[in-house]
Nanobody, 126 residues
Framework: QVQLIESGGGLVQAGGSLRLSCAAS????????MGWFRQGAGKEREFVAA????????NYADFVKGRFTVSRDNAKNTVYLQMSSLKPEDTAVYYC???????????????????WGQGTQVTVSS
């Protein structure tokens, strides 16, 4: 079992930046692909970004390309989501997730992910 704990959310003005962190328990972090998803009020949860096991392969939703960057530090069992040029429509609860069966390319489909964090709220004011 893997526990994932997100942090770094908060209130920021439009155009600002935030960095989310997701700390994982256990000794197998480097074998998982990691993903970030978000769910706005009244909306379905959607894919944001994902990163492969070594960090060499990334995958982004079109609406965050050029604004968000996903990275990981396997020595610290942590994955990050650097968010810049934030917009009010980025307001959501952000979740990290772990895919233990990932071989190479990190996927965007929620069903691929086995473990989920509790989420951290990001609010972008206009």
């Amino acid at each position: 079992q893997v526990q994932l704990i997100e942090s770094g959310g908060g209130l920021v003005q439009a155009g600002g930046s935030l960095r989310l962190s997701c700390a994982a328990s256990g000794r197998t972090f480097s074998t998982y692909c990691m993903g970030w998803f978000r769910q706005g009020a009244g909306k379905e949860r959607e894919f944001v970004a994902a990163i492969g096991r070594s960090g060499g392969i990334t995958n982004y939703a079109d609406f965050v390309k050029g604004r968000f960057t996903v990275s990981r530090d396997n020595a610290k069992n942590t994955v990050y989501l650097q968010m810049s040029s934030l917009k009010p429509e980025d307001t959501a609860v952000y979740y990290c997730a772990a895919d233990r069966s990932c071989l190479r390319s990190p996927g965007a489909r929620q069903g691929l992910y086995d473990y989920w964090g509790q989420g951290t709220q990001v609010t972008v004011s206009s």
